[in-house]
Nanobody, 130 residues
Framework: QLQLVESGGGLVQPGESLRLSCAAS????????????IAWFRQAPGKAREGVAC????????DYAESAKGRFTISRDNAKNTLYLQMNSLKPEDTAVYYC???????????????????WGQGTQVTVSL
């Protein structure tokens, strides 16, 4: 069964950068990471979980929430079974727990319906504060 483990979170000051990683393992026989469309979601205290960025199964296309456009970059290395979220120019409102999630349905990204994603990581905390 697919498992996702996030890392790279931490405490940074406004304007700084972080790179989150999501390591995938536990593939069933015959499956590889490119069977899955991957997204990063985040959830701040008292707020609903929101999609941040998504990348298609083979990395051909990516999509970003308005809050992430121009600052965040999602990427994947299917050979290393690892996904990344590079976050630049971080703001206090980016403070949240960040999750990576995998969806086997649909090849390309279209919206951020969390119910499409059948596998989730445990999350990594990102705090942006002076």
């Amino acid at each position: 069964q697919l498992q996702l483990v996030e890392s790279g979170g931490g405490l940074v000051q406004p304007g700084e950068s972080l790179r989150l990683s999501c390591a995938a393992s536990g593939f069933t026989l015959g499956s590889t990471l490119d069977y899955y469309r991957i997204a990063w979601f985040r959830q701040a205290p008292g707020k609903a979980r929101e999609g941040v960025a998504c990348i298609s199964k083979r990395g051909e296309t990516s999509d970003y929430a308005e809050s992430a456009k121009g600052r965040f970059t999602i990427s994947r290395d299917n050979a290393k079974n690892t996904l990344y979220l590079q976050m630049n120019s971080l703001k206090p409102e980016d403070t949240a727990v960040y999750y990576c999630a995998a969806a086997s349905v649909y090849h390309y990204c279209s919206g951020y319906d969390p119910y499409e994603y059948e596998t989730w990581g445990q999350g990594t905390q990102v705090t942006v504060s002076l």
